[in-house]
């Protein structure tokens, strides 16, 4: 019997209803005993099975105060198991348990001395732990509804991680993790950067400056080819910020591609493929700082005997991020040679022989064509009311890069001066390490290019793109009044169509976060992480990561969150399978190089393809496209270069291959598939 999606959701709830009562609901206390110190215990409130965990613990006086001068042994007892918590002179009081591991879900007890502390802690079976976003990633791809698909996944996530009845957990979606997700500053800024590029975007085209960007852009992109190759061209140029790259190349491109009957998700997916993967490999961007400070956190783990700076690594790691060049590679070879595959394919034909730039029914995430207001009929289309706010949105997120990021690294030279001359006086010890951090970064920020990327690795990209959406909007407008083209009523009704056109796609991102969340108080990433690594040749290693990189962005919709997980695992993970194996120096190196370029370029690959990622959204928005359409049509592509990239890349190189050849040989391939196999889409009646 056919099911359909009017009795499928209902359905499915009972089904979820029923697997939630099997788990028992989250109970946690702390209730410390009579005699003795008592023992505050700080433990995680949920874990699950066979994942490690630890818990911490503090002694404590009768009125709660911290016993600091506290020694000694005491036992402790989790479950059925026993452990030892040792107290030193130099732990001030406080101990850690470590390596704690459960394989029974239920309630766990645990049991500090006699009757000195005691709490429980809910476990669940692991598998639970990713239920949340594939169900959300189901519901995506089968109904076509993202909303509701995000919001089953924040739900059937709430009932698994918080404690309450199952009313309380059920509102928890809104009170709870939306809320959470609103409250981040800078997922905030990013939700008003995106409705401040929309007012802009609303006013450059209810002046008529998108339909003269149109018209004078009509000379370089007038074929199809011409469109998707301007748009590549542009989205490599915008290559500091992914966020400013989507919006930008997204908004700018999308009344080109219209005109030149381009389908929405081909222009999405130029859009996609140049913006996370450029803008991760960029010497200068708003990424660098992030990738730079996962790695040096991960150095700082390795023995004294293994020496490399952090830099120097993100700089050799980018030759070995097959995907993220693959991918840029593949999106040229598309828009230049004019042929696509799979299902991409059938949405050309449907654009090019029907006029029709997005499906039947299509749920637009932004950019309908009545979601922003179009010139009137004698609105003259000048194109630099168009070009000036864009092209200072991009000059002033630079400056602003460069602004904060000099006020951030004075700051931090400021900071440790202060902190040597504390120490001098308390700490003598610690003076020598907190000069070798400052000479370093004196040294690197005395001038050339190493300055450039201290300065905007340091940089608050928030505050610049903040600064820079609010001028472009601001530019807009004057522009538009001072020419009289415009009132200062019709400007604001501009900027109200242009926060309309935003709004659907914001409302994805926050559920988007929202689920992010989600999967961290289920720590799915720890459950992926023990799924999918092991014991096994280094050699393997980084093609395993890449793999495990991609699941986990995939599931959780975050490329930076499973950099920040994966990292500081796999790099001491590669040194001591490398040394273990009795691997030669330079091999171990080369071995670290490409565990750190698979997190990298893992994160990237899986991001890029996950229905519930921010860039995705993003680009969706930014393009006007249906989004389960966007990554029904990119994912096959971005399977493709992340099979080529695995097969010709990672591993080859793990055996000393040079990636250079690597890279060529993969683009000759992806050349080849797209030549042999791609078919070009051309107008009726064309031979």
Not at 20 to 30: F, K, M, R, Y
Not at 52 to 66: C, K, R
Not at 157 to 186: E, H
Not at 198 to 208: D, E, F, P, Q, T
Request: aromatic share 8%; proline share 5%; glycine share 10%.
């Amino acid at each position: 019997m056919r099911l359909s999606w009017q009795t499928a959701y209902p359905t499915i709830f009972v089904l979820l209803s029923t697997l939630i009562g099997l788990v028992e609901p989250i109970s946690a206390d702390t209730k410390p005993g009579a005699g003795g110190p008592k023992f505050k215990i700080d433990s995680p409130s949920l874990i699950l099975t066979d994942i490690g965990f630890s818990v911490d613990l503090t002694a404590v006086d009768a009125d709660g105060e911290a016993l600091s001068a506290f020694v000694g042994t005491i036992p402790v007892q989790v479950g059925e198991q026993s452990f030892e918590a040792v107290f030193t002179p130099e732990s001030a009081g406080s101990a850690t348990v470590s390596g704690i591991k459960v394989q029974d879900s239920g309630t766990v007890e645990i049991q500090v001395g006699a009757s000195q502390g005691s709490g429980s802690i809910r476990c669940i079976p692991g598998y639970v732990s990713i239920l949340p976003p594939l169900l959300a990633i189901l519901l995506a791809f089968v109904f076509r509804q993202v909303l509701v698909a995000l919001v089953a996944g924040i739900w059937l996530g709430a009932l698994f991680a918080l404690d309450g009845s199952f009313a309380a957990r059920s509102l928890a979606v809104v009170d709870t993790y939306i809320i959470t997700a609103l409250a981040d500053p800078g997922r905030a800024s990013i939700i008003v950067f995106t409705m401040l590029l929309g007012a802009m975007v609303g006013v450059i085209s209810r002046a008529g400056g998108t339909l003269g960007i149109v018209q004078a852009l009509s000379h370089q992109a007038s074929s199809r080819k011409m469109g998707q190759i301007t748009t590549w061209v542009l989205g490599i140029f915008v290559f500091f910020d992914d966020y400013a790259n989507s919006l930008i190349v997204g908004n700018t491109m999308r009344p080109v591609c219209d005109r030149l009957k381009i389908s929405r998700e081909k222009l999405a997916y130029i859009v996609d493929s140049t913006a996370a993967p450029v803008a991760s490999i960029a010497l200068v961007s708003t990424w660098i700082g992030t990738e730079v400070g996962y790695i040096q956190g991960a150095l700082a783990n390795l023995p004294g005997d293994y020496q490399s700076d952090a830099y120097g690594v993100f700089l050799e790691s980018i030759l070995f991020r097959f995907y993220p060049i693959l991918a840029l590679v593949f999106g040229f070879m598309i828009a230049y040679m004019g042929r696509d595959l799979f299902s991409m394919r059938r949405a050309e034909e449907r654009a090019l022989h029907e006029g029709k730039l997005f499906r039947d029914g299509a749920d637009l995430a932004s950019g309908g064509e009545d979601e922003v207001q179009q010139p009137d009929p004698e609105t003259p289309c000048r194109w630099y009311n168009g070009v000036i706010p864009i092209v200072l949105v991009i000059l002033v997120t630079m400056v602003g890069l460069w602004v904060t990021g000099v006020e951030s690294v004075d700051g931090t030279i400021a900071g440790l001066n202060e902190q040597i001359e504390t120490a001098r006086e308390s700490s003598p010890d610690e003076v020598l390490g907190l000069e070798e951090q400052l000479a370093h970064l004196q040294t690197e920020y005395e001038g050339g290019f190493s300055r450039i990327r201290t300065v905007v690795g340091s940089a608050d990209s928030y505050k610049a793109l903040l600064w820079a959406s609010f001028l472009g909007a601001l530019a807009a407008i004057l522009l538009a009044f001072t020419q009289r083209i415009l009132s200062i009523g019709e400007c604001m009704r501009a900027v109200t169509s242009g926060f309309k056109a935003m709004l659907p796609a914001i409302l994805i991102l926050i559920l988007a976060w929202s689920i992010a969340q989600v999967t961290s108080d289920l720590q799915t990433d720890k459950y992926l992480i023990a799924v999918f690594t092991g014991k096994l040749r280094p050699e393997l290693l980084p093609v395993v990561v890449f793999v495990t990189a991609a699941i986990m962005s995939f599931s959780t919709g975050t490329s930076w969150g499973t950099m920040g997980i994966l990292m500081p695992l796999v790099v001491p993970l590669a040194h001591g399978l490398s040394v273990d194996a009795g691997l030669e120096p330079d091999t171990v190196h080369l071995i670290i190089l490409g565990a750190v370029s698979s997190v990298l370029s893992g994160a990237v690959f899986g991001d890029h393809c996950s229905p519930i990622s921010d860039t995705t959204i993003m680009s969706s928005m930014a393009t006007g496209c249906d989004h389960i359409d966007h990554v029904k049509t990119q994912l096959p592509y971005a399977l493709l270069v992340g099979v080529v990239a695995m097969v010709l890349g990672d591993i080859p190189t793990a055996y000393g291959v040079h990636p250079v050849i690597s890279l060529i040989l993969g683009s000759i391939l992806l050349f080849c598939v797209v030549r042999f196999f791609g078919k070009k889409v051309e107008a009726p009646g064309a031979s």
